[in-house]
């Protein structure tokens, strides 16, 4: 069965602390990991990683995928209290489009 | 940018209600999806379609049904609610094609409480 695991669950920082979350997966037949941000409305896309090894940026975020070990992780550097949210993994395998999702890392950023 | 707009914020209905969830894409997209998402247990998927009057079963599709009767609009139905079926529900929708196909947009979501 396909599944993505999130860890850790929750986390609370404060502004200024950088943060590493995880997602390991066990997915058949892969095809891409994405990561979103869910504040209080809808998911919001972070991004789309398909290679391995390749970091993906944008502004104090990242994040990069190992294909071989079957994680991504999701870094933020000098948090701030924006950043509080849940932030989605999910995985596509080539067996269709749904999204399998893991069940989040809720983020708590205080000043 | 691609708009999914669902008809309802928040919704309270009684036990043994019919519930209808409504959603419409803006940006003809082929795929769309719906999930319920719990505390805990993250995003689940209930029902998804990739083209009109086609249907496919999630992971919980037990006491929901689905309806697309037109590309830009997907229904989610609840035939008969019951307590735990309380939850918010997501509408999501993402087009076939294209080397991003597999990126979601979300609705905003529909908190339903069943009473």
């Known amino acids: 069965e396909d599944k993505v695991v999130q860890s850790p669950l929750s986390l609370v920082v404060h502004e200024g602390d950088t943060v590493t979350l995880n997602c390991s997966y066990e997915?058949?037949?892969?095809?891409?990991l994405l990561w979103y941000k869910q504040e209080k409305k809808a998911p919001t896309f972070l991004f789309m990683l398909?290679?391995?090894?390749i970091e993906k940026k944008s502004g104090r975020l990242s994040s990069i995928l190992d294909k071989k070990e079957l994680f991504s992780i999701l870094n933020i550097t000098a948090t701030q209290t924006g950043d509080s949210a849940i932030y989605l993994c999910?995985?596509?395998?080539?067996?269709?489009?749904?999204?399998?999702f893991g069940k989040g890392t809720t983020l708590s950023v205080s000043s | 940018d691609v708009k999914v707009t669902q008809s309802s914020r928040y919704l309270v209905k009684r036990t043994g209600e019919k519930v209808f969830l409504e959603c419409v894409q803006d940006?003809?997209?082929?795929?769309m999806f719906w999930y319920r998402q719990d505390p805990g247990l993250g995003l689940r998927l209930i029902y998804f379609?990739?083209?009109?009057?086609?249907?496919e079963k999630g992971d919980i599709p037990e006491g929901y049904s689905v309806s697309r009767e037109k590309k830009e609009r997907f229904s989610l139905i609840l035939e008969s609610a019951s307590t735990n079926q309380t939850s918010m529900y997501l509408c999501?929708?993402?087009?076939?094609?294209?080397?991003?196909?597999?990126?979601?947009?979300f609705g905003s979501g529909t908190q339903l409480s069943v009473l």
């Open positions: 999501a929708s993402s087009s076939y094609y294209g080397a991003t196909n597999e990126k979601l947009f």
């Open positions: 379609s990739y083209d009109v009057k086609m249907k």
């Open positions: 997915v058949t037949n892969f095809r891409s």
């Open positions: 999910a995985v596509v395998s080539q067996a269709g489009t749904a999204l399998i």
């Open positions: 940006m003809d997209h082929e795929n």
């Open positions: 398909t290679s391995s090894g």
